[in-house]
């Protein structure tokens, strides 16, 4: 198996996630969908260091992973503070500011 | 001196700031305000005796010409937006003092990093690292519903732009086999579909940073939540690092082949003064007005930007100081103005502000005519120079473009003006100003005026800087 | 003291007279005082004038002063230049206001005291801008003085200011006379980029010896013309005249008789060696001028008020003068002018002591006044005689002279609308003479002959007209007629058979003004009508001027200055149209970022 | 230095900046301090120019009154300061007019000390440009002169009633056309985007010649490639031009003429205006001689278009203040046409007429900044018969509508003439007639407007009775300002003589003249 299935699996998860993120109208959704964005680059960064054996990509993955869970966790958090605030984590619900 | 002497220096204040905020209790937590303006100050004074080094041979941390720029630069707004938090009274902010400087010297540690990292991992955790502290700072505030719904969308629009970021910077790596950005700066001379894509996408997630339009759609609405002094922070050292990073992504040695951008980047600044500008027009809130005002500022930079020449480069770092003093100013100004209307930021506070102080409307006056970019403060030299830049690689349509926003602009500060000056205040009493508060206005009233009167050393320092790049 | 002297101390005083004026509030709010004063200045620069008249010397005499410096020379000058046209016509301007002037105080003793000082004060103006245009020894400054007598002249015109009509005459006044003076200033604009001089001694010295370029001189001289078409009213600007009459009554007598109006032909005379170089254009002014004697003859003849009868009476007497200085006989002109100037003015003055007396202008509502008036009758029948020109008037030596040289100068044509003019001149003098002071009585009234000082400047002019007349009738009949024999019978003729119709129809009723109407219904019509210049002017004004300006105003507000604001307007609504992009929703702005995603991928692959 | 010594051309330009600073800091809460500190320290700059007027050598001609003290030597700036027989007229002109200016408004109410220290601040700023060599220096009194004018005219401005109708009426609407705010930032808009033409323009000059001073005297030396005069001409020609009225870029004008207070009005129409034909003439012209052989043929066919279009459209006004302000737009093309004719008389008229019409001009607003605070009405045709009411004013509207109309005697006709003798001496001697037909037109709507306001009868509906006349204080103003018009108008040749030393060197420079 070459490179490019796991490049074209890498952008399927890209575009679901992207996708998701989209139309999700639940925060915790959009979260998912961000999540899934972000495993499309890790497998892009293992697909890449597995074929030029450069190790770089590898310890690319690491921090991402690491960063995606710090990012998740915040988000949490954050969905957690407006579920307490206004009684409501559908995203577009939320537009006290606009214009 | 290493060349990791301001990141250690800050990391000592990180845990100092923390320390005194565990043995510190309610009230007393203010000191660590005062802990870490000084710190700043001291690190920012710091920086000035620091002398860039060369940088290694495929270094991945450097201290060149325009990574010690990016950290004086970082290093002085933050020094200015300390001083401005140092006077939000909110007792629940108070309390929670230590938790506010702590993130917001993390986020500067992810500035100064960012701006020495020449290898893509470490881009990518310094840019996460300015990030995340950001996203918690802009919930940071006492009316809790909105500013928790502007975290919720910055950070939504925030971690899918670090996605996209971080899926353009995997296919770099990919179609370049290496993290180190001097490797990539070669590849880009006959550069794949795959390097391409990457490039673009990287774009993409720095465009977020930047707020280039149409990436520029959380600011408003953060900027209007947030608490004003670290908004006026927000609006420029994230930025100022965004183009740092783009500098060194798309600049740095790349040489010729940096042409390919140049449409792109040309088209996105059209669009983002523009929209900047427009959009400005017709609103009433002061600082959502500096939110889109700024927004268009961005896009003269990226006027600047699309030059891809070593002055182009050299006028966008010029202006970024310049918009660093003058955009701070107004910001400031106007959480002076709203600690004294019970936090309106509305445009009718301002009205009157002449006859209830002079010297803030003042101050506001000068920040506006750097903004709008009036002659004699610093503004002015910043357009001139990036129209300048422009005009020399033939760019004649964007400078028109820009040239005419301009007057679209000072239409707006003009209201601005004319709030302040024209019309009657809607209350008689004199604004008083915290101390601090003022001495940051001061500082940038500073800034904006003795760089218009005299821009030279300025001007020549971002020079050195920007060839250094070429 | 020498001529040149003189001249100044002439022109000096009425200007102190008017600085005076002018300046010092309590005096001119004096009223009397000030006419004192003016009354002073202008008999001391009549003095001085008739001192000059009489000293002068042989050759004319030139003094300048730089007025325009440039480098290399002045630019232009200003100087006086006296020689015998300058010192006749001196004496006449001084003698005629200074009498002028002297009337008013009678006439004018119902004003409130800071009217007359102000009416002095426009006096004393006139005359120094009068005598300085006849001093003037150049183009710009004749010019200068020329449009400083237009402002007097619509400045006293508009004396009773609050009355629209006179407002409204005033105004006509000085744009009719101005529209003439555009193309004196572009005539003396263009003399000067030919021959690069203002000066009229260097002219007629360029002139003399063959040295000015005659390529376009016709066009120039045409275009210096058009100022004097204004000024003395010729065809077809002459429509200001009748309406200035609604100026105080002396004040017609001063600038709308006797001196500005002829100031055209004053002007025609100065410069004649140039007109002497452009023949056509002299024709011209000789057919323009015959054409206005016989029109404002006719238009006379229909006027129901006095004043208007004798403004039309000037029209008429100015196209004689212009008619001989266009036929070539320039010193008849000039001739004319002088004594036209002196009964004019009286039969002006005579008409304004009637109006006091009788307190209207309308000759229907007077009559019999010959009873109530005698002094007032026979100084009037003075000047209507000397005006019809009859024998031994100073007017009958003029007119003949006028009439001859245009017979001499092959004008035929022109010759007989002078002719006819004669006849229809006399003809409406004595019409106003016969129903105004022998007419069926229709008012009451307490008329009576008028004040001293009123009734002696009256007395003096008619001395002059008759004394002038007969010292000419004993020096050989006027040397000046150098026609053939028959033109003063001829002349004389039709004026006594002008008298006698006018007896016959106002007098006698043997034929009535109706059936004479009738029987020339066109002309009638035409008359009454005033020719319909009025109204084509107007209407020109209203349509074209004021249409188009309406127009200009609408396209600098609505065009010009509107697409500025339209860009404006479009700006603020795009401002808000696109402010609502920003709908305050996250997943919209994860859209925008989506958005900006493809934008610049479609953008980095599509080049 | 200066003069025996006393940096006279300082004194003038900065007194009454001093004056704002004394207002604002010492007199804020004594209006007759305030009026007397502006009165006195105009004054003295009054007296100063007389004395700079009196002492000019024109036997010696030139720069005179010279001073100079580096500020940035690096980048070659320096306060440089010096008049020439333009600049020296042109000195005058502003001193008597800011003078008249603060008698002028001696009843303003409203603020009034930070009206007294806004204007003299920006008339140190019109100072400073008349009298600057050095081009920064010269740019920065050039914004000086602009800025403090959105304030004046937002503050204490009127606004007009204006229809909006026609294609663009919701435009109008929507810009609130009439507005006070409307026309002051429709002004500092117009006037700032003309200053970033001027900036482009000196900057790429001093960038040609080396970068490597600032000064006039330097440039002048300097011999710039055609191609660049051509477009610095054209970028002098519109930014300076904006500033002067070129149609069609005069439309900030009327309106922010007629919404300014009077001293403003006054200060603008009279004297900067003519900043932007001194621009023209003194840095497009005199430095850049092949550039101004190019363009000459457009600016002055703009300029005639000026002179009749302003004209016109001042006869369709019935405001009272838009007559005077569409009349600066026609008579501003006097001054440029005479400019452009590139000769010697042309020049003369057209600084001369700087002079001339900033005068009248400035009488014509005193006047109608007078009537209207008498009958609070500016309609032209709702007015009637205030003659009687108020003689000395009816006679000062009068002398300057002769004088606006080129009556001789007045020193409208001397610069109008001169003018005239230029304009048919010039490659295009056609531009004469249109300028001749411009001042029929001016009589046309002049006229009208004395007829229509001050003479006739006053109107029945009663609103304008007992309307008190000028005095006092009004009555310097306007007695200066007619004082000066006669004079100069009577004898002109005491300004034509240092005007002539200014524009014969600037001919000769053109290659005009050997």
Redesign the interface.
Known sequence: MGLQPY?IL?ACL?TI??FG??TR?N?IG?LLG?EL??N??NV??V??ARF?G?T??L??TL??IS?TV??VA??LA??I??FR??RTVE??Q?????? | MSVLALEIGLGLLMLGVFAVGLVTRGDERRIVGLLSALGVLVLAVGSFFLEPSPAPAGGAFVLDGLALFGKQLFLVATFIGILGSLSLSDPAFRRRAPEYYLLLLASLLGMLVLASARELILLFVAFELMSIPLYVLSGFVKREDVAVEAALKFFLVGTVSSAILAYGLSFVYGATGTTDLAGVARALAAPGPLLMLGMLLVLAGLGFKIAAFPFHMWVPDTYEAASTPFVAWLSVAPKAAGFVAIFRVYLEGVGDPVALWVPIVAGLAAITMVAGNLMALPQRNSKRLLAYSGIAHIGYMLVGLAAVSASGTAMVLFYLVAYVFGNMGAFLVVESVAQAEGGSTHLDALRGLAQRSPLLALAMLLCLLSLGGIPFVAGFWAKLYVFWAAAQVGLYWLVLVGAVLTVVALFYYLILARRMYIEAPQRTGRIAVAPSLALAILICTLGVVGLGVYPKPLVEVALRVANGLF | MNAGTLALAALGLPFCSFVLLAVALPLRRAGRAAGALSIAAIGGSLLASLVLWRTLPGESVELTWTWLPAEGGPMATVGILVDHLTASMLVLVALVSFLVQLYSLGYLEHETPPALGRYYAYHSLFAFSMLGLVLASNFLQMFIFWELVGLCSYLLIGFWYTKPEAARAAVKAFWVTKAGDLGFIIGIVLLWGQAGTFQFSRLFQMAGDRTLPTAGLALIMFLIYLGAVGKSAQFPLHVWLPDAMEGPTPVSALIHAATMVAAGVYLVSRVYPLFLLTPDVLALIGWVGAFTALLAATLGLVQADIKRVLAYSTVSQLGFMMAALGAGASDAGFFHLLTHGLFKALLFLGAGAVIHAVGTNDIWQMGRLARAMPQTMIVFLVGTLALAGIWPFAGFFSKDAVLAGVWEGGLAIPFLMLALSVFLTAFYMFRVVFVVFFGPRHAEGHAHDAPPVMAAPLWILAVLTVGWGIGLATRGGGEKAHGPEWVPWLATALAVAGIGFAWLTYQKRVVTPETLARAFAPVYTAAVGKFWLDDLYGGLYRSTLLGFSRLVGWVDRYLVDGLVNLASAWTLRWGDGLRRIQTGRAQDYLYGIAFGLLLVIVWGYWR | MGWNGLPILTLITWAPFVGAVLIMFTARHHPLAVRLIGAVTTGISLVLSVAVYLAYDTEAAGFQFYEKIPLVPALGISYEVAVDGIGLILVLLTAIIIFSGVFASWTVQTRSQEFYALLLVLVTGVFGVFVSLDLFVFFLFYELAVLPMYLLIGIWGSSAQVRPRGIFGWAMRETGVGSKEYAAMKLTLYLLLGSAFILVGILALYMAAGGSSFSFLELEGAAFDPVLQRWVFLLFYVGFGVLAGIWPLHTWSPDGHASAPTAVSMLHAGVLMKLGAYGIVRLGMGLLPEGTHDWVWLVGTIATINIVYGALSAMAQTDLKYVIAYSSVSHMGIVLLGAATLTEAGLNGSVFQMFAHGIMTGLFFALVGLVYEKAHSREIFKMGGFGRMMPGIATAFTLGGLSSLGLPATSGFVAEFLTFLGAWRSAHSWWLFPAVAGTFLTAVYVLRVVKQIFWGEIPAHGEFHDLPDARGPEWVALGLLMFVIVLFGMVPWIAVYPIDTATVPLLIRLGIRP
């Open positions: 490049l890498a890209f996630g992207l993120v989209l109208r925060a959009i961000i964005m972000l499309a680059v892009n960064l697909a890449f030029t450069e770089a990509g310890i690319f921090f991402t960063i710090a990012e915040l988000g954050i969905v503070l407006i605030v206004r995203a577009d939320l537009h006290l500011l606009k214009g």
